[in-house]
């Protein structure tokens, strides 16, 4: 009889990967002997061998991923099942199928409706090939999608502007030496409400199957304290957020480091954070450029050219990122300045990436030069990072 209630539970397991049902499964009741143990979640990731069940084992402060082929990863689940974990659910877009033993260790097995996704919005991730999944748990405890997968309406920009971000961070690791890691880190500034915080994590811990740490640094104690909740919630146990000026961070290490809409020179002290803790990968997303503004000088044979208020002030933010590309220029960086998503979502679409060059040591004068040449021009005598460039 027990034999047969987890049969019936593995059975399902195999169809579901193959029609893409498949969401997660996810194993509690532990009966391991390991004190430090907190959970196991198993997802579907794709690699380039092919596709893969990732098994994160999550422990009191830190999570282990472990990837294997189909068929050897059900055998471990099959093996596992009743012996070290005394609960297991399958979720798929179908129905959910729980397997519960009790104390004497007979097991019932449970069909439920779906609690994740639909077979719609699955098909939706593929056709778009998303990277982020809008039936993550997270999504829906950070209110941007319902507990179907189903992205409200009047968060669809932000969702878009997070599955934008991960598909750079995606391509941007590949091209960078943290393509062959397994242990990552990565530190988001002025994570807000976090929502690329979680996506970032998710992506490198479950997409990639990386031992990922992530860490979010914010100046609002509320959010701080509402993203640790939510990160404890999803059992994103190398996930953390900290109260902070991003100026005052500092970081065991940070592989990636990330700060979209830190307003005017936060995101200064973002590059600044990056070089300090020598990030080999660094994107950013500017905001409200005030500091160079105040401090140029428009040459006389081009007034009338920014003769308008708004001119002006394109030329402020135009003049602020082409230093700060420079500057990490400077530092040894391949960098990049692009419309990161269309203006029809958010206005504040511009995005600098840089990705760190093999390290001969030496940095790269003719940036300099042409931060020097800028300066001259539009008479900028003082520039927020001077003082790192003074520095090194
Ligand atoms: C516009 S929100 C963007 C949040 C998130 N990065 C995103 O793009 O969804 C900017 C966040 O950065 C935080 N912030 C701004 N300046 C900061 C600083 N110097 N140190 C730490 N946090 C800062 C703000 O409190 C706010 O939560």
Redesign the pocket.
């Known amino acids: 009889m027990s034999h047969d209630e987890k049969a019936g539970f593995l059975q399902h397991i195999e169809p579901s990967l193959k029609d893409g049902s498949f969401v997660k499964m996810s194993f509690s009741k532990y009966r391991g002997g390991d004190s430090e143990f907190k959970g196991l979640m198993v997802n579907l990731i794709s690699t380039i061998e092919g596709e893969r069940l990732s098994f994160r084992f999550s422990y009191k402060t830190k999570d282990v991923v472990k990837n294997y082929e189909i068929t050897k990863g059900i055998s471990l689940v099959s093996e596992i099942t009743g012996k070290d974990f005394l609960a297991a659910t399958l979720f798929t877009t179908n129905e959910d199928y729980s397997l519960d033993y009790s104390k004497k260790r007979v097991p019932t097995l449970h069909t439920r409706k779906p609690a994740f996704g639909t077979a719609l919005s699955r098909e939706h991730n593929r056709e778009k090939h998303r990277i982020v999944d809008p039936a993550s748990e997270y999504f829906y405890l950070l209110g941007i999608s319902s507990k179907e997968g189903r992205v409200h309406s009047d968060k669809y920009d932000k969702f878009r502007q997070v599955d934008k971000f991960i598909e750079i961070v995606d391509s941007l690791v590949a091209s960078s030496e943290l393509k062959d890691k397994s242990e990552i880190s990565a530190t988001?500034?002025?994570?807000?409400?976090s929502?690329?915080t979680f996506a970032l994590y998710d992506y490198l811990t479950n997409t990639k199957g990386m031992n990922a740490k992530v860490k979010g640094?914010?100046?609002?104690r509320e959010?701080a304290d509402l993203s640790n909740k939510t990160a404890i919630q999803c059992c994103f146990n190398s996930l953390s957020f900290m109260e902070?000026?991003?100026?005052d961070g500092d970081s065991d290490s940070a592989d990636i480091v990330t700060a979209?809409?830190?307003?005017d020179t936060?995101t200064d002290?973002a590059i600044a954070f990056a070089l300090r803790n020598n990030a080999e990968l660094i994107l950013l997303a500017p905001c409200c450029q005030k500091y160079v503004r105040k401090r140029m000088h428009i040459p006389e044979d081009l007034k009338p050219v920014f003769a308008h208020g708004i001119l002006e002030e394109r030329l402020a933010v135009i003049l602020t990122d082409s230093l700060r590309a420079l500057v990490l220029e400077h530092f040894g960086f391949e960098t990049k300045v692009f419309e990161f998503i269309s203006s029809e979502h958010t206005a504040r679409n511009t995005m600098i990436t840089g990705v760190r060059q093999k390290d001969t040591g030496k940095r790269n004068m003719k940036a300099l030069n042409e931060i020097e040449m800028i300066k001259e021009k539009f008479g900028i005598e003082d520039f927020y990072l001077d003082k790192i460039l003074d520095l090194k």
């Open positions: 988001d500034l002025g994570s807000g409400k929502y690329i640094i914010e100046q609002r959010l902070g000026k991003i100026s979209l809409h830190a307003c936060a002290d």
